[in-house]
């Protein structure tokens, strides 16, 4: 199978937008928020949100003789993207217990970060994530070593569990239902956003694309209308009016939050009639295709950025 390479390095400026998006946040929420972690946590919820995409690839294509991405490929790459996804979510465990004790992030001692995660719920769920993370990318390295033809469903419900570890702990939680519409929440967008991710590193080929962008862009639109309903949800337990929306920092990152979905459902649209379609009937190459998903990706990069520092804003 013929390997298109040229733009996948341009995939990185995403970590430039989606730490724009974590600026912009910072802009609106002064000084209610957003914590400085919100920069590794976008980074960590990028990367956790790839892996899931790659893992929801290798699970739909299960039961095909003849898989439009290479099985060996989606758990090479997987385990390199989980691999740095763990990574990160242990920075922002230990940055996460050294806020938590008012001391410098960068002088915690490691009985610091042993008793944030045993006493506080916070750090519990961090190293859960950890833990989660880890173990994604130890079975899919092991799957891809070896050639085994490990089922990917494990590794979707690992991915997932990391994704929403710390969002159904949050201020949702105590509301009825409120932890499952953050975890719907959360792995729409990980959707939406790991699997284009997903195709863009390991889709190879015009025919890859032609198969697989059409059953994206369905998935994609499912996303979208779940991802607007818990969101005006959240957003409406959370803030409790519509003045709150322009007087509070939460209520002006929301708001950039919503037109940065506007944008993306617009751009989304406008990408069905002019990529989806001529790509689908095989009348665009693969190198097209992969330019306009490494400039969705990073233009998705944006909200994720927001929804960080959403998290961590007061």
């Given amino acids: 199978m013929r ?17 724009a998006g974590v600026a912009i946040g910072w802009l609106l929420a002064t000084p209610d928020g957003p914590s400085p972690t919100s920069v590794v946590r976008v980074l960590a919820v990028g990367l956790g949100a790839t892996a899931f995409g790659l893992a929801a690839w290798q699970w739909l294509q299960r039961d095909e003789r003849r898989p439009a991405l290479d099985p060996g490929l989606l758990w090479q790459t997987t385990a390199a993207v989980a691999g740095a996804w763990t990574a990160a979510e242990t920075v922002l465990l230990v940055l996460e217990a050294a806020e938590a004790e008012g001391r410098s992030r960068f002088a915690v ?21 950890v833990v989660c993370a880890a173990l994604v990318a130890l079975i899919s390295a092991i799957a891809y070593r070896r050639s085994l033809p490990w089922p990917a469903a494990p590794v979707l419900a690992l991915a997932g569990l990391a994704l929403i570890a710390r969002p159904i702990s949050g201020h949702m939680s105590q509301q009825t239902l409120g932890s499952l519409l953050d975890a719907g929440h959360v792995l729409a967008a990980a959707t939406w956003f790991g699997m284009l ?12 694309w032609s ?18 309903a818990t969101g005006v949800v959240n957003a409406a337990v959370r803030l409790g009016g519509v003045a709150p929306l322009v007087t509070t920092g939460y209520g002006r990152v929301v708001l950039a939050k919503v037109a940065a979905l506007a944008a993306l459902v617009a751009a989304g649209w406008w990408l069905r009639r002019t990529w989806v379609v001529p790509a689908a009937a095989h009348r665009m190459g693969a190198d097209a295709s ?25």
């Fill in 3 to 19: 390997t298109v390479n040229i733009g996948r390095p341009w995939l990185l400026f995403a970590v430039l937008t989606a730490l």
């Fill in 109 to 129: 001692a490691p009985e610091t970060v042993i008793d944030f995660v045993r006493i506080v719920n916070t750090g519990r769920l961090g190293a859960a994530t």
């Fill in 197 to 208: 991710a997903a195709l863009a590193l390991t889709a190879g080929s015009r025919g890859a």
């Fill in 211 to 228: 198969t697989l962008l059409p059953r994206y862009s369905t998935v994609a639109w499912r996303c979208v209308w779940v991802l607007a």
């Fill in 290 to 314: 992969l330019r306009r998903a490494v400039g969705e990706s990073a233009a998705m990069a944006i909200a994720f950025g927001l929804a960080a520092a959403l998290a961590t804003t007061a």
